[in-house]
């Protein structure tokens, strides 16, 4: 099988392992830490990071960081992998699904601006959703297989009603938009996520990063128990969300890479535009004129397929030796979701039935790829 995101692991990762052991080193108390956090903050336009355990942890911490807390509203996308949702569950507040966008399959301001019209009154610094009475917390865009939301038409929105910006942008490490570094861009904090099979990986992992130090700062101190002295003293109901040295370690001797590593993505990228272009109608992702996309999964959009023609051709993908896959499902149709507030979501159930993720690997070579852009020629074809 050509496989759909590979890590690849040959620069420094298993010399700095090495390091990390012959050193004693293996917790999140460690050199790593500290360089990989530099070299995100660096990469992202931002003055610090927080590393964590996941981009799950990071996103958990990141909404508690910016006040959601239980029973507030959290407003996202559909089309996203469940991890995002989840952190807006696991802070005790429920999604607000609005539908993405056709240009960028990010979430739509026009989108969002006519839900929040519709439905909530700035109330002070609250927003309060006037059908249920409860407060809208946070706005958490999604840059979707690695391509920038439009930070800018959200964040007008956003401002209007006084609602913080927390970005899930667990694939974005090397994205930017408008030309700004990710971090940089417009949301109060931004979460990458590490996981193995991301642009960059750290084994599992995440990182936390915003323009403002003081509330990076307080991530920080909520993502390590909250400590408020030397002794075990503590102020606040906190977590344990550090990133070890054992996966920073790997995490640094990846980012040392990011530069060759981004490039062979977008190599990747513009050989599948070239490759499947006009072919009965499907397209490739899109990429907005207003964000360089850190493009991390690459796919075929059978445009207005079924179910049914989305399976089909997934299957002789597979039978083909690909590693082709269908993708997300929207949140709104996942069981634990099922009950939550859903504007129409009409592009993102349009994906959901013809989206199939490619092979997209950093190092995927021109000749696999060329045998991936052939089978999916045969099996779009039927
Ligand atoms: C869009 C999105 N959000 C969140 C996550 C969660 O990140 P992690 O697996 O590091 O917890 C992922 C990836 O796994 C993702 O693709």
């Known amino acids: 099988m050509i496989p759909l995101a590979e890590p690849d692991l040959s620069g420094n990762e298993a010399a700095y392992l090495q390091e990390c052991i012959a050193s004693n080193y293996v917790s999140s108390v460690g050199p790593f830490v500290e360089r990989f956090e530099a070299l995100i903050a660096q990469s992202a336009g931002t003055a610090t990071a927080v590393a964590t355990c996941s981009g799950t942890a990071g996103l958990h911490v990141a909404l508690v960081a910016v006040g959601v807390g239980p029973g507030d509203l959290v407003v996202t996308p559909a089309y996203s992998f469940i991890a995002t949702a989840n952190a807006v569950a696991i802070a005790g507040a429920d999604p607000w699904f609005v539908d993405i966008s056709p240009a960028s399959w990010t979430l739509d ?19 309060v959703h006037r059908p249920s009475g409860r407060r809208v ?43 700004k570094p990710i971090g940089a861009a417009g949301a109060d904090l931004s979460v990458f996520s590490f996981n193995g099979n991301k642009t960059i990986t750290s084994g599992g992992g995440g990182a936390v990063v915003g323009p403002d130090p003081a509330l990076v700062k307080r991530v920080r101190h909520l993502s390590a128990t909250a400590r408020a002295g030397a002794a075990y003293q503590h102020d606040a109901v906190a977590f344990n969300y550090r990133m070890t040295n ?23 990228r513009a050989r599948y535009v070239a490759g499947l272009a006009g072919l009965n109608g499907a397209g490739v992702p ?19 397929a079924t179910d049914a023609q989305r399976t089909a051709a997934v299957d002789r993908l597979r039978k083909d030796g690909i590693d082709a ?8 149709r996942q069981q634990p979701y099922r009950g939550a507030l859903a504007e129409t979501q009409t592009i993102s159930e349009r994906l959901a039935a013809g ?19 052939a089978a999916c020629r045969r099996a779009v074809a039927g």
């Open 286 to 304: 899109p990429a907005a004129t207003w964000a360089e996309s850190a493009f991390w999964i690459n796919g075929v959009d059978l445009a207005n």
């Open 325 to 332: 896959r269908e993708f997300w499902q929207p949140l709104h």
């Open 137 to 179: 917390a946070a706005i958490l865009p999604v840059h979707t297989l690695g391509h920038p939301a439009d930070l800018d038409a959200i964040a007008l929105v956003a401002r209007r009603y006084g609602v913080p910006i927390v970005a899930d942008a667990a694939a974005a490490i090397g994205a930017s938009y408008r030309g």
């Open 355 to 373: 989206f199939i993720a490619l092979p997209s690997s950093s190092n995927l070579s021109a000749s696999d790829q060329e045998r991936v852009i």
């Open 109 to 127: 301001p026009e989108a969002l601006d006519a839900a929040l019209a519709r439905d909530v009154v700035r109330n002070g610094n609250v927003a």
């Open 246 to 268: 054992l996966q920073a370690a790997v995490g640094c001797a990846q980012m040392e890479r990011l530069g060759a590593i981004m490039a062979a993505k977008r190599a990747v």
